[in-house]
């Protein structure tokens, strides 16, 4: 495997379960992020991962809850999700300091329906 | 703070026609910008950046982009499009070299006509 994985790639969710997503990177990285990708909004970052510690948390509600165990993983773990949550939750990664290139490596994302 | 205006929501061209999709930034500093394609049902994906020097760049699949300071713009073109063009295209601005940050546009969706 190569890149930047996402799994499940579709899910579909009531109100009240609890899923997770998960992301895998295969490029050495050490910064995380997941981004939020609804349809007529531009894409909005919703966590930074910097060598594990989150770096950065964009005010997202807390039924959102991430978690980054290694360098190369990371989890987003949903509960008591809304309908308006529903969107394409990507998962990106990149160098990091002190070796930042600047560029974002994304997953094919995983395309998250709550019911 | 950052923002980026993409003014066109959709354009469409003909497969040979040259293109060119327009962005404008708001940055108080020196920019870190990015043009990203995302094809139906796919992540994100780099065709160029640029950080300093030559304001002309080139990138993949045959893309360039220039900056612009004067007009705080970094409008990508291609000369001569082909039907797999046909994408959704991102432009976005970063504070620094730290990618995850970067502000990104509402995206420009491209149709390509046979």
């Known amino acids: 495997e190569t890149g930047v994985t996402q799994t499940p790639r579709h899910l579909v969710m009531g109100m009240t379960n609890k899923k997770s997503l998960k992301c895998e990177q295969h490029l050495g990285h050490n910064a995380m992020y997941w981004y939020k990708q609804s349809a007529k909004k531009p894409l909005e970052l919703m966590f930074v991962y910097n060598f594990k510690e989150q770096t950065e948390n964009n005010s997202v509600p807390s039924r959102f809850s991430p978690e980054c165990p290694n360098s190369s993983h990371l989890f987003l773990h949903l509960h008591t999700l809304q309908p308006e949550d529903s969107a394409l939750y990507l998962c990106?990664?990149?160098?990091?300091?002190?070796?930042?290139?600047?560029?974002?490596?994304f997953g094919e994302g995983s395309r998250l329906t709550v019911l | 703070a950052q923002s980026v205006t993409q003014p066109d929501i959709h354009i469409t061209v003909s497969e040979g026609a040259s293109l060119e999709l327009r962005c404008n930034y708001s940055?108080?500093?020196?920019?870190?910008l990015f043009w990203y394609v995302q094809s139906p049902g796919q992540g994100l994906q780099l065709l160029l950046k640029y950080f300093s020097g030559d304001t002309l760049v080139q990138g993949i699949k045959g893309f360039e982009a220039e900056f612009k300071r004067s007009q705080s713009s970094f409008n990508l073109r291609k000369p001569s499009v082909h039907w797999s063009d046909a994408a959704e295209y991102f432009c976005a601005v970063g504070r620094d070299s730290n990618a995850g940050k970067s502000t990104f546009g509402d995206g420009t969706t491209l149709t390509v006509k046979p």
């Open positions: 990106a990664s990149s160098q990091g300091a002190p070796r930042n290139t600047g560029e974002l490596f």
């Open positions: 940055y108080g500093a020196t920019p870190y």
